[in-house]
């Protein structure tokens, strides 16, 4: 998540699919948008939940659709859906059918919410059936109907394949009879966080003068900001370029404001305090270094994230959109437990296709947070 110069290292889900080869596969199912071939897409999360989605093809942008198929570790059949989005937005369709090379594989129903239809067992069946093979999935309504390519299916869900260890199983979703048989993975646990007391945004207890100029004169003694992680090299641009006042980078943006240099302090709780500064700036993102400050030992600051770009109420948030239209978003959250920040989730709206914020959200990190009622006061 970062400005469009560096994303690439950082993450393929802020990489726009133009830019890639047409036919050219990249990225690890679990980081940003995951594995991606063509038209579709595959990203994991922490606990090997797949998901696996496919869209028109990019030409068909006026009329927008994509397909998700939720993989669950040792479950034989994904759960499907499909999403479509019609020139006249209020539009009620009645009857909506899906098709597959020209054979109408009955009606599709809405899910509980009317955001996305979703496949009965038998048609998802038939879909993967289809999936070794040139297939034209349309989905029709009335007079109206919308494709979605089969251009990468195949590549995407032997990965998904391979990722939860289903290769030459009958738990395959496209590679049953292939000879380097692998054993199915089981589910990983869900992490589990509790959350912690922290100050609230309305009760948040600001730092005495003493306290804030004793932090302001003595932070950059505590960070490394010198550290190539943050700065990087003559050859390779770091994580948080404007940390440190050398830098070429904090000497140009010191024209748009001192002030916009600063380091924040924070109160967490009672002993620690959140020291942020901005890290870079592009045209339209930015993102903050937040870093942890143990009161009693404040040498031993301890860096969560350069990424971030909001604090509140024991959340360090981190939200970045893909393009100037914002289409496309990427967010993460770290949770206050009470001795550090911890990761509670991460995901992308993945590679959107005509959806204004994206069709659906593809987690590479998920946990429970176990709130406490008494962690923002």
């Not at 071939?37 to 009329?63: I, K």
């Not at 010191?254 to 700036?281: I, K, M, N």
């Not at 350069?306 to 981190?318: F, K, L, R």
Request: net charge negative; aromatic share 10%.
């Amino acid at each position: 998540m970062k400005k469009l110069t560096i994303l690439l290292s950082a993450m393929m889900g802020l990489l726009p699919l133009t830019s890639i080869s047409a036919h050219a596969a990249y990225g690890t199912p679990f980081e940003g948008w995951g594995f991606v071939q063509d038209d579709w897409q595959v990203v994991c999360d922490n606990t090997l939940t797949c998901r696996a989605a496919g869209y028109a093809d990019e030409s068909m942008f006026d009329t927008p659709a994509s397909i998700l198929l939720t993989v669950i570790p040792k479950k034989a059949l994904p759960i499907a859906q499909i999403q479509f989005l019609s020139e006249t937005s209020d539009k009620t369709y009645h009857s909506v059918e899906l098709w597959l090379n020209g054979k109408n594989q009955g009606m599709l129903q809405p899910d509980a919410d009317g955001s996305a239809y979703d496949l009965t067992a038998k048609q998802t069946q038939q879909l993967l059936s289809h999936s070794r093979q040139n297939t034209k999935i349309e989905i029709r309504a009335g007079d109206e109907n919308w494709s979605i390519s089969d251009r990468g299916m195949s590549a995407v869900l032997l990965k998904l394949d391979e990722v939860q260890g289903r290769v030459g199983t009958p738990l395959a979703l496209v590679s049953k009879n292939n000879p380097n048989r692998q054993t199915p993975k089981a589910a990983k646990p869900v992490p589990v966080i509790k959350q912690a007391y922290a100050y609230s945004e309305k009760h948040k207890k600001p730092l005495d003068a003493k306290t804030l100029a004793y932090l302001q004169a003595n932070i950059n003694k505590w960070v490394d900001i010198d550290a190539k992680e943050l700065i990087g090299s003559e050859d390779d641009m770091g994580d948080c370029e404007l940390v440190n006042p050398k830098n070429d980078a904090y000497q140009r943006m010191q024209e748009y404001g001192a002030d916009r240099l600063a380091w924040t302090f924070t109160p967490v709780d009672a002993t620690h305090t959140l020291a942020s500064h901005l890290c870079w700036q592009g045209a339209y993102n930015e993102s903050y270094g937040y870093w942890l400050i143990d009161n009693a030992n404040p040498r031993s600051s301890q860096l969560i994230t350069t990424a971030g770009n909001d604090y509140s109420d024991g959340e360090i948030w981190a939200v970045h959109k893909d393009r100037g239209i914002g289409d496309c978003w990427n967010h993460a959250i770290w949770v206050w437990n009470g001795q550090t920040f911890a990761k509670s989730e991460d995901s992308s709206s993945g590679m959107c296709r005509g959806f204004a914020g994206g069709a659906w959200d593809l987690p590479t990190y998920v946990s429970e947070v176990v709130k406490n009622d008494s962690k923002a006061q």
